[in-house]
């Protein structure tokens, strides 16, 4: 089934029978039988019909809409799970501070790991580049790990590893592009275009996954509470970005199939991605999200649902929680 990436400005989506269109002015842009389609997307300025809306939701089809810029702003979803004592187990996990601490130094640990593998299964052939100075320091501060008594002291962890490992991320990505380190609200460059817009769709992609679980999203065990964010989405995703996303961004680029003509350069500093280069890295972003990309029998889109109902089995079962870990799974190929 297909994921809909909807951003043709001014563009509508509508029932018609058992049928999505999207249509602008008289032209139709898209015409698929809704048994067809996953989830859809809407970007910017783009309407859709409450009799569309209704159809997707008796089928459990969610919406997700997203800003023309990339930010994630909500979904759309039927109801689902209705499991309030999920909820209170949750709420009773997270007061337990020392849970609530393993359970965050467990979401680093593992995301360091992720970090580690990926610099350590790099094709360096070739490269003058010292990566194992950046192995070396990146371990050095994991070990310190066990003395971190607060979140924000692990998240302080967390944050100096991805200093050091977004170094080494640049020496992996040859093209026309420099990159200097994360940079965002506006990224300043194509190659921080693409791994903020990709953050953004696995973060929807979490959003809906712990939405039909009924987990609570807003409250986070590693980067507990804050007015208005999502902090449960944004650990569970961390265990992702380096399998999911970050090996697609270094494909993407090194065999040139996002480049400079997939970007504008306005005179104001920010980088746009053009429509077409949008429509390109969403088919890519979906192969790959739908691709076995490990040696699992789940590509990473399924394997989100898992982890999700892993973690579900966790906080009301008692039982340890494994993140995702790409040493495990990874398909042994360089990149």
Not at 11 to 17: D, I, L, S, T, Y
Not at 48 to 55: D, G
Not at 115 to 125: A, C, D, F, G, K
Not at 291 to 308: C, D, K, Y
Request: net charge neutral; hydrophobic share 35%; with cysteine.
């Amino acid at each position: 089934m297909a994921v809909l990436y909807i951003k043709e400005q001014g563009a509508m989506v509508q029932k018609m029978g058992e049928r999505i269109l999207v249509t602008k002015g008289h032209a139709t842009l898209l015409d698929i039988p809704v048994i067809q389609v996953e989830n859809i997307a809407i970007i910017g300025n783009v309407q859709i019909t409450t009799q569309a809306l209704h159809m997707l939701m008796e089928r459990g089809i969610d919406v997700s809409y997203l800003s023309y810029s990339g930010t994630y702003l909500g979904h759309t979803a039927a109801e689902s799970s209705k499991n309030i004592f999920l909820r209170f187990e949750q709420y009773r996990f997270y007061m337990d501070e020392e849970r609530r601490l393993q359970m965050a130094r467990v979401i680093t640990r593992n995301k360091i790991g992720n970090q580690l593998s990926l610099i350590r299964h790099h094709r360096w052939t070739g490269s003058e580049y010292d990566w194992h100075k950046d192995e070396k320091e990146i371990l050095d501060l994991l070990a310190t790990l066990g003395d971190r008594k607060t979140p924000n002291e692990i998240l302080g962890v967390e944050g100096m590893c991805s200093n050091v490992y977004f170094r080494a991320f640049g020496h992996m990505i040859h093209c026309d592009f420099e990159f200097n380190g994360r940079n965002r609200r506006p990224p300043r460059d194509p190659i921080n275009v693409i791994i903020s817009l990709a953050y953004t769709l696995l973060t929807k992609e979490m959003c809906n996954a712990l939405d039909s679980e009924s987990f609570e999203p807003y409250l986070g065990f590693l980067h507990g509470i804050r007015y208005g964010r999502k902090s449960l989405a944004l650990d569970l995703i961390e265990e992702f970005r380096q399998p999911a996303v970050d090996r697609l961004v270094i494909l993407l680029f090194n065999k040139r199939m996002i480049g400079r003509l997939d970007f504008e350069f306005p005179e104001d500093g920010r980088v746009v991605l053009t429509e077409d280069g949008f429509k390109r890295f969403c088919r890519e972003y979906e192969r790959w999200m739908t691709g076995l990309n490990s040696t699992s029998s789940e590509n990473f889109r399924r394997q989100i649902r898992t982890q999700v109902a892993d973690l579900k089995k966790a906080i009301t079962g008692g039982t340890a929680y494994t993140p995702y870990n790409w040493e495990d799974h990874h398909v042994s190929h360089q990149l």
